[in-house]
Nanobody, 127 residues
Framework: QGQLVESGGGLVRTGESLRLSCVGS????????MGWFRQAPGKEREFVAA????????YYADSVKGRFIISRDNVEKTVYLQMNSLKPEDTAVYYC????????????????????WGQGTQVTVSS
């Protein structure tokens, strides 16, 4: 099983941007759909975005649609989350996760469906 390491979190002000990175070590990284989730204090982990391994389709939670962009670089085994127009409610620990080869036109927004996870990176947005 591979490992995922997130980076890029930090403290920003409302309206600013951050770019998260997640580097994988799995040899077959390109056969995993990759997702970003987040967890705020006292809340359940929630889906943010996903990118399909095969057709590159992008999926977003309604709360981040139009502000966040997920992308990947299979050569570098890295998935990114560009976060723009950040709001205080975006404050959370952000996790990347890998889901092995789901079928075309399918993605999961469920935590149990992902095979392995990174350790998380903290994003704090001040008002």
């Amino acid at each position: 099983q591979g490992q995922l390491v997130e980076s890029g979190g930090g403290l920003v002000r409302t309206g600013e941007s951050l770019r998260l990175s997640c580097v994988g070590s799995e040899y077959s990284f390109r056969t995993y759909s990759m997702g970003w989730f987040r967890q705020a204090p006292g809340k359940e982990r929630e889906f943010v975005a996903a990118i399909h391994w095969s057709d590159g389709k992008l999926y977003y939670a309604d709360s981040v649609k139009g502000r966040f962009i997920i992308s990947r670089d299979n050569v570098e085994k890295t998935v990114y989350l560009q976060m723009n127009s950040l709001k205080p409610e975006d404050t959370a620990v952000y996790y990347c996760a890998a889901d092995w080869a789901p079928p075309r036109n399918y993605y999961s927004n469920r935590v149990p469906d992902y095979d392995y996870w990174g350790q998380g990176t903290q994003v704090t947005v001040s008002s």
